[in-house]
């Protein structure tokens, strides 16, 4: 159990409320806690009462067959596999936009904070930075590798700041909104493209002398999907990390009607304390600062007014902080 | 330069027969030569006139971008990157169904077949077995892994056997037709699945307890790929191998709408003269014997009537032997 | 809480009986349990009292940071990394040469073992074949390579079925001892080496043309150690089991002076359910037959008689199975 | 044919020119030229005289059984592999330098200068960059890990940029020069450690919490390669680039007796024309600028000063630019 001590809200809370994903009924919503460890469950060991500790969107149980595959975000609670099994908070279990959390596998998943780490520091690694880095990882980004971003919202600027991480020379970032490109020069993108403007696979193309390396689709539209696969070199990496919805269309003659070594990989937000202890490890050496993501702060009786903010995209919001 | 003595007819033959595909103009097709050297272009070291040699369906240059990455089969000549451009043989220039042949990039495609082998044993792993068995490579199949491959033709038995060779412990052929199903037996699989008889994807479900590993699609059609994603449990990995026409689509809710940490790999046939080396060394030991797959034999003068029994599938053919 | 139905005897133990290896003081050892749930601790869930398990020598918790990264044998307790951390039974805790067993991290090392299944076709999956397996794995074999295994004991036994299941093509065994060289056929080499009457190294470079592409040391001697190495092509993997004394010394020209491009692997046996659960289904589909390495049966009561043959390795001794 | 605009002197070239590494005798040294075509052979498309190119130390043929299978710097002329074979300059054929050099294989190997960059940012890519981007690269770094390099000479300072390239958070840089522990810091060390002031190792260990999770060795010696071992956590990565002489030991205790799960890679300078397309691509993006390595400048005609001063490794000499 922890006392939360900040909290965020991604855009899937925003999906749940307007009813668009469907949770079990009745939960408290949210899945990015900082906060305060309050009580320790029986068997929880190495930890104390009042360390300050992260926890991730994913919150795996370590112990069973997805686990133990290295799937661990797929979770099946101790048995196989379960699609999403991973995500409890605000999922199937009550979830960070509250003033305490119950944190289920706590051995496996509280992430102790260093001393020197602020809690707005390390928030956005619960969720969009992990997720924003796995795709780039899932990519198996290499030095040199040319790379574009589709879609510069939280989790493709964090793709954007995991590109430049793994030693990728071009970034280029995608959008169609002046504040997430200017923000994605900061994260580490060369070159931005406001898809209103030009053609951005023909760009990509140029830029790239015949199509990039990787492409990293950031956003769950058919759309972004498409230009993803085809500002691809051929034997390039469609790394995607949008949640779809309805039907999703592979156009052929980019796939190069299969035969072209494409590879398409998907990822969910990967959890557990460890890999939080490596993203806190990677803040604290100023490898990456994502504290220019929190635009907007918000005290958690206020919560409705940052849903408010968030759902409508305005004042450059990309990211607001909840603090019960 | 190699007088030809054994070649096979492709399905992808069909197709370019059949107007389908097209080539270029003029050009004898055909892509599976065995043969003896005849002539030796300057600068080919290590060599001799009259050594039994194997040649790849892809004949990479070994020196352009793509083959310096490991991407030899989209090889760019010597330049860059081109879709399928490791594909020469009766793509873009003469190929193999004929009594002579020049070969490109001699010193990269030459295979020399050891003393013990004869022309039957290796003309299939020119493409059906490289490409089948890359199928399985690509999906990085494990000690343990189950596997459904879904079509056993000659591309899919080979999928089949390279799934079995590298550990799958549960294997389960797709297919529709008996002859087709009980070669699929005899080619590794422990289970084979009629389509016309079994909801597949429920079947492959129960098997495997809760969804395979890995799903090999073999055929290149919409419901081939729609049901090896939905054989999957999460985190699965659907390695492509068809050749695609027209839509191809993701079912969204099958691909957990995109968070569900699957992966698509494709491959077209991997080249080269050590691609080569290494799969008859795997037939001289008698780790698998692909000659049960050569079901009929013709003279060349006669490939007209070979084209017409493997164009209508009858008489159980498979492959047949083509002797100039 | 398991009653051990089948257990037996490791060379580990042999090394612990004679103090070579020093263990915690009063310990019961053995580490290969096949047992029948007795009792259940309270949080584990999806298991049966009577229900027949399968323990892994290794029993990883699962939730530290060396579990979560997928080091599981250098399991930390909950924490971080400790050097061979996951290996408890008969080390730390008491072990399986007993009526009774307590199995720590129950919920992620109870592996179910299939009916159809006996006690004997699954004991050797414990340890050995774990370690074997996970030796040629290690090696990241691929189809076609050429692989020697030096010391062909019961773990090189198993990394010869390893290398089998990976898909080499030409698989060497190595040892002085025949009824091992024979068993090393059985278990799928194509050529045997007896040391004391080949230039082994010699031997390995003419069959394989000049060095194999993955050698796998399974003794723990300088000389064996050495003798991998040498027999090695350039790039080639060294995939190390043994576990050794004293000083270990790599001979600097057959390391092409460390700029040879080689790699050298070792492995602690893999366990975990998950890895147990899939050696079962090897087991289960005929892909190996480990059974013919159970050459002795002995009841528990008469375990110091099976320590004495095991110790002596007389009359053809492989592995010997305790009954209790 | 390459006219030759700038080059470097190297490590090995001292070890060459003191008779400490035997070469083919009267060969013209050096194997780092930055040039100008000056003739084309037959057959090499795509340049064109007066082009400006970069050629690396290793000029694989990309047609062997090393090159074919990613091993080109072990490169077999055409044929299997030879150890070290990739390396010819000033190996086994005239080297760079020189006025004019003869590049082998020039389809594989001359890599187009981009206009925007110089001579001096380039040079260095032929060699050490290639070498201590690739030793971070063997080890596989990760988003996250700890990486202590050891020896900040010109390869060292590589591998610690490499380090940093490839998202290392925290990197140590070990050495006992003032200079060129300021210089590892300006390549990307988080730390540096003075070993004639601090027990390296034991410091390791505390900063990183128990053993880094990669160590890179960089020099050559026992006592370099010891201290890599003794400074990784369990499971981890020894990823060596030294060239050693004599007797080379592995401390078995560092080394958990052989089944610490760790690894141990050595790399070769990786070359070809596409990794050095992949090097200028990084520093034509800004990621790393290496001119600050070349500490001295020199004509050709006064070559035997600059490998005097090289040589004696004075005035904080790092690399010199030689320039015909």
Redesign the interface.
């Known amino acids: 159990m922890i006392r939360v001590t900040l909290t965020t809200i991604c855009g899937t809370d925003l999906h749940i409320v307007r009813g668009e994903y469907p949770v079990a009924p009745g939960l408290v919503i949210g899945h990015e806690p900082v906060g305060v460890i309050e009580e320790l469950g029986e068997?929880v060991?190495?930890y104390q009462i009042g360390e300050r500790v992260l926890v991730g969107a994913i919150t795996p149980?370590?112990?069973c067959?997805?686990?133990?595959?290295?799937?661990?975000?797929?979770c099946g609670?101790?048995?196989?596999?379960?699609?999403?099994?991973g995500w409890r908070f605000g999922n199937t279990i009550n979830g960070a936009q509250a003033e305490y959390l119950r944190v289920p596998?706590a051995?496996?998943n509280l992430a102790k904070i260093p001393d020197e780490l602020t809690d707005e520091q390390v928030v956005l690694l619960a969720d969009i930075a992990s997720t924003g880095?796995g795709g780039?990882?899932a990519a198996k980004i290499?030095?040199?590798?040319?790379v574009v971003v589709f879609a510069q919202g939280p989790i493709g600027l964090c793709a954007t700041a995991?590109a430049k991480?793994?030693?990728a020379?071009?970034i280029i970032g995608v959008d169609g909104d002046e504040h997430r490109l200017a923000m994605s020069k900061r994260m580490g993108a060369?070159v931005t493209l406001d898809y209103r403007e030009v053609d951005v696979v023909a760009e990509v193309k140029r830029l790239t002398?015949?199509?990039a390396d990787v492409a990293i689709e950031a956003l769950?539209t058919q759309q972004t999907f498409e230009s993803s696969l085809r500002s691809l070199?051929?034997?390039g990496t469609l790394s995607?990390?949008?949640?779809?919805?309805?039907?999703?269309?592979?156009p052929?003659e980019a796939?190069?009607?299969?035969?072209?070594?494409?590879?398409?990989?998907?990822?969910?937000c990967p959890g557990?304390?460890?890999?939080l202890?490596?993203?806190m490890?990677?803040v604290?050496?100023g490898?990456v600062d994502l504290t220019p993501l929190l635009t907007h702060r918000f005290k958690l009786d206020n919560i409705s007014d940052a849903y408010k903010l968030f759902g409508e995209r305005s004042d450059g919001v990309l990211k607001v902080a909840i603090q019960p």
């Open positions: 068997g060991t190495g149980c370590g112990q067959r997805a686990c133990l595959s290295g799937h661990a975000s797929q609670h101790g048995a196989a596999y379960e699609a999403l099994g596998y051995q496996a880095f780039a990882e290499r030095i040199g590798d040319s995991g991480l793994m030693g020379s071009l060369d002398g015949g199509g769950g070199r051929p034997a995607s990390l949008g949640v779809y919805s309805g039907k999703l269309q592979i052929y796939f190069a009607a299969g035969i072209g070594d494409y590879r398409i990989v998907t990822t969910l557990g304390k460890e890999r202890r490596r993203l490890e990677v604290r050496h490898r």
